[in-house]
């Protein structure tokens, strides 16, 4: 079977380089040598091991190219960053929503059937085991994952007992931690457990967090990113200071509609009021602010979506960074059921759902990114609503342009040297957002940009770098520079630094992820509070 595999690899270094000839190939190879085809993850690690032996410049380029061509889910990594999510244990919710399903020993939202469910009911709910899995399982598919984003999903984070929140995130960076140790040693990190055990009291579990976070710091897998999810009416001080103890820098807060009306309909528990509120508060501690959105709710109507959509960048007590479109479906164990079989509630069709989306999508500012357009639920779990899994490349199909952050991002290694920096300024909770782009001449595509905020309420400083990112391919530290470690994270950070002395302002602070730290250092920054300050 090696010897196939270095067939394929020699057969593809030798012809045109794209995924319909590769696949040829390794057809090909596997029919005249009367072998089966090649697992995926064996090509990869044959291509990276010739990577590290070659010697010969001209064709590491053309194994890393080949090593990209053969990459699965290429797009996971595209943005610099490998996202990784895990699913906290089956837990009570304070909310009662008319749409929720409520399936027994799974978190309350979600279904057994959800790929991010599945894998976390394989691992027990582990913190621990999931980080390791995904980690293993993004290698095995030719990933890089060595900076790492955290995505922490589950419900109501802030609504879970505060040592197991301690305790799951602490395993989480012990995960990132022992990962490369594991792989080195060959372990079998099928069957691991998280090390730290729950009896510890919370003093302990914090002692050791701070632990695991300093070891992150230098660890070859980085946590750069930590987010959480929760409700807009669970964000208090005291909840945002926990948070940054944690190392979290992005929250991600279920708002559904900006309707009182809709949102009493639903039985969804806050108003607008909380939403604001929360969305200040957050800004002013410095975290990165995403929305989850749900259009076609029972009481709403194309027209109403619309309508408060508009609102999220017309009314400054909004201006969500990021957005989730999530279209109301129907599933079995909701209210929203029965509501349907009684016929109270009749879903958008196809075409409503996609006029909205596409009239929502002209008016997303150039600062805002849409993450998602749908949530990955199964067909066969959706009684009556949206069914297109694909939604975003039918709106591409239809010619629907969007400005946002995820349709202009650098996703290749594209030229860079004619790199533009443009500054746009908005209002948003008291204070003032500055988005600091590094676009092309044109503004069609976005090699990195950084979120500086002004707020005087601020209790952390009068200038906040909120988010600092450069696009393109994932690239670990010390490998061939592309668009990532080309000097633009500096010259942005300088850009927003002028910005904060033009102001007359003497302090800066930085929420920065924990494994980013040494970063900023280099920068003159320091760490205080969990905040890099200058």
Known sequence: MEGATKKIIALSLASPMDLETMNQIKRSVAKSSGLPIPLHSEILAEIKKQIKNSRDPKKKEQLNRLLRLFRKRAIRTMSGIAPVAVLTKPYPCPGHCAYCPNEKNVPTSYLSNEPAVMRAIRCGYDPYRQVMLRLNALENNGHEPKKIEIIVIGGTWSYLPIKYQYWYILNCFKGANDFNKAKHHNLNIKNTKAPYPKNLSLPELKKELAKEQKKNETAEYKIIGLTLETRPDYINETEVKTMRELGCTRVEIGVQAIDDEILKKNRRGHGNKETAQATKLLRD???????????????????????????????????????????????????????????????????????????????????????????????????????????????????????????????????????????????????????????????????????????????????????????????????????????????????????????GIKKIAIISGVGVRGYYKKMGYRLKDSYMIK
């Open 285 to 503: 501690y410095g975290f990165k602010v995403t929305y989850h959105l749900m259009p076609a709710l029972p009481g709403s109507s194309p027209r109403k979506d619309l309508a408060w959509f508009k609102k999220l960048f017309n009314d400054s007590d909004y201006q969500p960074d990021q957005i989730k479109f999530y279209p109301t479906i129907v599933t079995k164990g909701s209210l929203l059921y029965r509501w349907y079989k009684q016929g109270k509630y009749k879903p958008y069709t196809d075409k409503q759902l996609q006029d909205l989306i596409t009239e929502c999508k002209k008016v997303v500012p150039e600062y805002v990114r849409i993450i998602r357009l749908i949530r990955d639920i199964p067909a066969e779990s959706i009684v009556a609503g949206n069914l297109i899994t694909n939604l975003r490349q039918v709106m591409q199909q239809r010619g629907v342009e969007c400005r946002c952050i995820r349709c202009r991002e650098a996703k290749e290694n594209k030229e860079i040297n004619k790199a533009k920096i443009n500054i746009t300024k908005y209002p948003a909770g008291n204070g003032t957002e500055y988005f600091i782009s590094a676009d092309s001449p044109d503004k069609k595509v976005l090699y990195g940009f950084c979120r500086l905020r002004l707020s005087k309420d601020s209790p952390i400083a009068p200038a906040l770098i909120r988010e600092l990112h450069v696009y393109g391919e994932l690239v670990p530290t010390g490998e061939k520079k592309i668009i990532q470690h080309s000097g633009w994270g500096k010259k942005l950070l300088q850009t927003a630094e002028a910005i904060a002395k033009k102001e």
